[in-house]
Nanobody, 125 residues
């Protein structure tokens, strides 16, 4: 069982930056691949980024590539999402998720076993 708690969301102007954190409970955090998803009002939850259990492999949605960076600190049981050059279309609730399986691309919601409660990111124009 893994519990995930996101933090770091807020209101920022377009072009600004935020760093989201996702703290995980449990002693097996390093066994899980982690992902970030987001859900804007009236839209489905979409993939943003994912990172392998070791941190050696990362992947991004085209919409955030070059602007967002995912990282993890297994000693702190935490995964991060550094978001730069934010745009109004990045406004959404951001969720972190954990998955034990190492099979599959890690870009689909149904691949993940555990989810956090989400943190709101609002980007004003």
């Amino acid at each position: 069982q893994v519990q995930l708690v996101e933090s770091g969301g807020g209101l920022v102007q377009a072009g600004g930056s935020l760093r989201l954190s996702c703290a995980a409970s449990g002693r097996t955090f390093s066994s899980y691949a982690m992902g970030w998803f987001r859900q804007a009002p009236g839209k489905e939850r979409e993939f943003v980024s994912r990172i392998s259990w070791s941190g050696g492999s990362t992947y991004y949605a085209d919409s955030v590539k070059g602007r967002f960076t995912i990282s993890r600190d297994n000693a702190k049981n935490t995964v991060y999402l550094q978001m730069n050059s934010l745009k109004p279309e990045d406004t959404a609730v951001y969720y972190c998720a954990a998955r034990l399986s190492r099979v599959g691309p890690g870009t689909r919601r149904d691949e993940y076993d555990y989810w956090g409660q989400g943190t709101q990111v609002t980007v004003s124009s």
